[in-house]
């Protein structure tokens, strides 16, 4: 698990490194040190964008704190590996006053914003040391003009620590931030690196020497998704289809037939288990699926290790009465779509529950279930609405779905970056659904026959779910790309993404990118829910072959 830390742990972890530099009567070692990555990182970037190093044009934004120090002796290093440096000052009277002298001996070149002017060159790269760890809020005037321009002008950003107007603890990216290209930190990920990776772009973490610090509630977790393959589920010599688990669905009603089919069929490729369907949608289920067992009603439905109810499956009493017979047959139960909104308009349903359950709503269901929540703090208001439920007595995790999906049991949040926006289409929750169930019923089964008094790790099943959704996403996604090398890479399709950082097409496109919106996915083309369907055993193939 990759695992970032809020602002307090990290000032906690570099107390001790600065008060030592403080002591050897050289402050700013600490500093170089990060700064040295800095240019190092950025060499790397003018590389790979421009063959070379020597020569290239080099903005630094800098800032009244240390953020605009390590940029000042990034700058330093980079000027003398032969690039042209131009150090723009946001704040000259409180700039880090060794870090410019470093540039000037350096041969940097210093500008106040007010001599600007019209200046329009384009450096090669843009170094943001605008703000860091203490930055709060929106990037400010004059700043929010520069980033936007240079960023509609195609120049690659590298962000010193993390994207100024990026909330380093909420992850809240406000309306003017640095779009990044990449993200150069210093000895441990902070939280928004893992909350608001898309606008991190790649992050590079150098080695300061920090301790690690201790682990909190406050930590945030991401997964590996060579370890997600690792643990997928596949059946192995003693299995047979109930020791993989079995999954109850309830999903679809006469106007949503998609969504059991969308569900159910996730399910049977996410595992090899079982799949059990109620609902009225069976004759297409079983023309999608016919391995799929339907039952008439939930009453009738034979054991499961895990239930999923909700997708398409409506909102009437029918629909209420099924809801409190699955919770009541106490398993692990995940609701989703309608059944998040019948929660919403009657919360003593939850009531029923006697086993955990996974609640998945995305931002407008989240409106629902809490009556408006907080989208200043995506991380704080889920924590507190699943503190709120567990105080009720119910064992909840929640599932906030978004590009960066995070879940939250009350004790850890999982942040996970589906690495593109590709699934973003109808259906995608249902086949999100289905996927997480047959892992439910997976760890449940497991749990049941080896340590039936154990706790069920709901929150990182989910985790897992949300990395396969994701990479089946971009898969699908990219399956279409005729480039050679981008689509047809057959089952595994090649690399799986790097979740932290790659973004491929990370840059902003000037067409749609006023104030610096990312681009949209480099190559591939849009998918509909049943090409990410199609998509789900090759991403779990390329998650298990995965290093
Ligand atoms: N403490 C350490 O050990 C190290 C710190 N380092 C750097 O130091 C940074 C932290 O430095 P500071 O604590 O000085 O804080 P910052 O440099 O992040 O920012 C502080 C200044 O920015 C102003 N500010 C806050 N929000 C603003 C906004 N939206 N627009 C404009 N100005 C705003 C504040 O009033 C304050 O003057 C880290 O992010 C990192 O880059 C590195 O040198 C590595 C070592």
């Known amino acids: 698990m990759r695992r970032a830390h809020p602002v307090e742990v990290i000032r906690a972890a570099e107390a001790p490194l ?24 950025t060499a790397a970037l003018l590389r790979e964008r421009t063959g070379g190093v020597y020569g ?42 060794r870090g410019l002298a470093a540039l000037r001996r350096a041969g940097g070149r210093i500008h106040r914003v007010e001599d600007l002017g ?27 003009r520069i980033v936007t321009g240079l960023a509609e002008a195609g120049v690659p950003w590298v962000a010193v620590d993390l994207p100024s107007g ?29 909350l608001a990776s898309p606008v991190c772009g790649r992050v590079e973490v150098v080695d300061i020497g920090l301790s690690d610090p201790p682990i909190g509630p406050e930590t945030v977790y991401a997964p590996y998704p060579a370890d997600v393959g690792r643990r997928w589920p596949v059946p192995g010599p003693a299995d047979d289809k109930y020791t993989q688990g079995v999954v109850a669905i309830r999903a679809g009603s006469e106007r949503f037939p998609g969504a059991a089919v969308l569900c159910t069929s996730a399910a049977v490729a996410a595992s090899s ?55 009541a047959r106490g398993r692990p139960t995940l609701l989703d779509a309608d059944a998040l909104t019948c929660v919403a308009s009657h919360p003593v349903l939850l009531r029923s529950a006697t086993a955990p359950v996974l609640l998945t709503p995305h931002g407008g269901e ?3 279930l809490t009556g408006g929540w907080d989208r200043a703090d995506r991380p704080g208001a889920l924590r507190r609405y699943v503190a709120g439920l567990r105080e009720r007595g119910i064992e909840a995790t929640v599932l906030l779905k978004g590009r960066v999906t995070l879940i939250d049991d009350g004790e850890t949040t999982y942040s996970v970056d589906a690495g593109s926006s590709w699934a973003a289409t109808a259906g995608s929750g249902d086949v999100l659904s289905g996927i997480t169930g047959a892992l439910m019923a997976h760890v449940a089964a497991v749990r049941d026959s080896a340590a039936p ?20 996403a971009r898969l699908a996604a990219h399956r279409r790309d005729p480039r050679p090398g981008g689509s047809h890479a057959g089952p595994g399709g090649g690399r799986v993404a790097n979740h932290t950082g790659e973004r491929p097409g990370a840059d902003v496109d000037a067409a749609h990118g006023g104030g610096g919106r990312p681009r949209a996915e480099g190559p591939g083309a849009p998918i509909g829910a049943s090409d990410l369907l199609a998509a789900v055993p090759a991403a779990v193939a390329a998650l298990r072959s995965s290093r």
Not at 118 to 141: K, Q, T, W
Not at 453 to 472: F, I, K, P, S, W
């Open 18 to 41: 600065l008060a030592a530099a403080e002591t050897s009567g050289d402050p700013d070692v600490v500093m170089r040190r990060a700064a040295a990555g800095v240019a190092h990182h």
């Open 56 to 97: 290239r044009a080099v903005e630094l934004l800098v800032g009244a704190g240390d953020n605009g120090g390590d940029a000042l002796y990034a700058g330093a290093v980079l000027r003398a590996r032969g690039c042209r440096v131009d150090a723009v000052l946001l704040d000259p009277d409180r700039v880090h006053s």
């Open 118 to 144: 019209s200046r329009v060159p384009v450096p090669d790269v843009a170094i943001d040391g605008v703000v860091g760890l203490g930055g709060r809020g929106s990037l400010r005037a004059p700043a929010d």
């Open 166 to 194: 990026v909330d380093a603890d909420t992850g809240t990216v406000h309306d003017a931030h640095v779009p990044a290209t990449l993200t150069v930190t210093f000895g441990l990920l902070r939280r928004a690196h893992l």
């Open 273 to 327: 288990g079982m799949v059990r369907y109620v609902g009225s949608g069976a004759d297409p289920v079983l023309a999608a699926r016919p391995e799929v067992v339907c039952h008439p009603s939930v009453a009738e439905a034979g054991k499961a290790q895990a239930w999923v109810v909700g997708p398409g499956a409506g909102t009437g009493a029918e629909a209420i009465a099924d809801i409190d017979a699955v919770l």
């Open 366 to 368: 989240f409106d629902r």
């Open 453 to 472: 008094d154990t706790q069920l790790n709901l929150a990182r099943a989910a985790a897992d779910a949300v990395t396969l959704h994701g990479e089946a």
